[in-house]
């Protein structure tokens, strides 16, 4: 079954935070990486 990304929320932040949630969960954060993810990076993360 394929699913599609129907919807996604930016919230605006400060600090250099860039973090990635998905169903309240967090899947992704800048913050403990050290780097930003590309695009396919994280469209794989949401799937």
């Known amino acids: 079954m394929r699913r599609e990304i129907t919807c ?20 992704y954060s800048k913050l403990s990486t050290g780097s930003f993810p590309d695009t396919e990076s994280i469209i794989k993360l949401l799937k």
Do not use: Q, T
């Open 8 to 27: 996604f929320e930016l919230i605006p932040s400060s600090g250099g935070a860039f973090e990635v949630y998905k169903e309240g969960k967090l899947i």
